[in-house]
Structures are given as structure tokens and as C-alpha cells.
């Protein structure tokens, strides 16, 4: 007797029913394998757009220097080695550097509406770095304006009037270190965490209020149109290394320079690892979902 399509489903909602552990520990194992698999490369994705986000922030002609081996970077940018004012005026003398911003920071108590957090301050060379930040690295505001150079007015990151004192708006008055400063501006995100939580204002006021008085975590350095960044860079790092001689270190410390070319690099490697690990998941996913499911069929036919 030839069985028409309809009896199948009949038969197969039958066999459901009569080994529901079965049935749904098959089912469950399907899900997660499809799940895993849309869960890497999802994340694989995203880490993706991170990493080419951050990279469209800092322009061709853009550089970052700071003290340290580039594996050592966020221990060097959350306070330890630091670039002294030596060595950052001996940057700005290398042959085709246009402008030098020295970046700067430190925790510190903000108050505002009888509420009292620690941020981190960084301090810049307002009057130089504005149109650095605008026009290079596409820092822009979703709502006020820019500081002016030698005010008390501050710019804050995103996560600022979000998280840390929900209502703070432009105009609005905060208390750094009991003095008043005005907020202008807050920052679109700017790619991480840390950075949307970060409060900007005038480098020689931070000085004044936080007592730092000399050196910087790292700088920016902004390249001439017609010169090779790659080319400066590597000058820049002879340049280091020659104001280290003649201060008489005993020690070399090493100094690290990130080109655009450069970042590029390390952002293909790091995207080409995730891809591979993803790879390998989703490759172990779909052969233990693929056993899983002959496993089941087959022990169904041999049952029949």
C-alpha cells in the first residue's frame, strides 16, 4: 500500500510523541549547535567592526607614540612609563612633524547634582588638538559645543551624563577638585568603555588642578601632507633614542610608534586568528550536531 505524504507527518508526530526524551534531547542538540554557530560569527563580526571603527578614527596622517613595547600598551596607558617633556619636544623637531599633542590623565572626584564619582581627567592642548580631534581622528559632539582654549569648560564622554550622573546636559555646572567648570560638549562615543567615560579639559588648567605638572601617557603626532608617515615614524624613534643617549639612561627604555599602515597590520592578524578559532568552532559544532543526528536516525531504523 503506497503511502501518501500526509501519513508521513502522521507517522513521524507519532514516533515524536512515543520517545519524547529522545525526541527533544535531539531537537535541544540541533539548537544549541545552530545557536553556537550564529553566536561566533556574530562575535567574530563584531570584533570586526570594532577594530575597523577604531581604525577610521585615527587618520593616515596620524601617529600615536608612547613609552613601551606595544604588548605593554594599556599598562603603559593606565599609569606607568610616560613620555617626559624632553622627549616630546625632541618629537616635535623631527623633520616633517606638523603639530605634537601630548595626551595626558588622572583620576580624580567630579560632583555634581549632590552625587560624587571618580573619572579620569585627561588633560590636551586645547587651542593645537581641537582641530586635530575633529578634522583627523572624527571626534564629534552629539549635543553642545566645543570648549574654548583656557577655559574652565570641559567636554565629557558619552557614558558620562548616562551612567555616571544620569540628567547632566550642556550648560550644566560639575565640581572637579572644588573648582566650577562649565560643561560644553558631550562626545559621540568614541569606540570603547573608557574612553566614553573620560572627561576632556584644558592641558595647563588639568596641571594647575591635579598636580601633574610635567609629562604625558603618549602623544598624538600629526605628519605633514607631504611626508611619508611610516618614514616619520621610524625618524621620530631615532630621535627617541638618540635623547636617551644623551640624557645618560641607564637604562634604554624602548618607545613604540603606531602608523595607521601599521594598526592595519595588527588589526588583519588579530581579524585573521578570529576568523580561523571561529572556524574551528563551528567546524566542531556542526560534526557533533551531524553525529548526534545519524546517531538518532540510525538507531530509529534499526528499532523499525
Known sequence: MEIVP?????????NLRARRLRSWLTILGIVIGVFLIVALLSLSEGLKMTIL??????GENVIMVFPGELNQIMTTLLGG???????????????????????????ENMRYGGKTKTVLLYGYP??????LFKTDL???????SWPKPGKREIIVGK???????????PGDK???????????????????KQDDSMVGLDLEIFREITGKKKGAQFAFVKVKSNFSPEEVANKIKEKLQETQKRKGEKEEISFSILTNEKAGSIAGNILNIIQVMVFVFASIAILVGGIGITNTMFTSVRER
Open 53 to 58: 571603527q577604531e581604525l577610521r578614527m585615527m
Open 174 to 192: 560639575v565640581n572637579i577638585k572644588g573648582r566650577e567648570f562649565l560643561v560644553t560638549g558631550i562626545l559621540k562615543s568614541l569606540g570603547s
Open 81 to 107: 612609563m610616560e613620555l617626559e617633556d624632553e622627549e616630546i619636544r625632541a618629537i616635535e623637531k623631527v623633520k616633517g612633524v606638523e603639530i605634537v599633542i601630548p595626551m595626558a590623565w588622572k583620576g
Open 6 to 14: 500526509k501519513e508521513y507527518f502522521k507517522i513521524a508526530i507519532k
Open 126 to 131: 586645547r587651542k593645537e588638538a581641537q582641530d
Open 138 to 144: 572624527g571626534w564629534k559632539l552629539t549635543a553642545g
Open 159 to 169: 557614558l558620562v551624563p548616562e551612567e555616571f550622573f544620569p540628567g547632566l546636559e
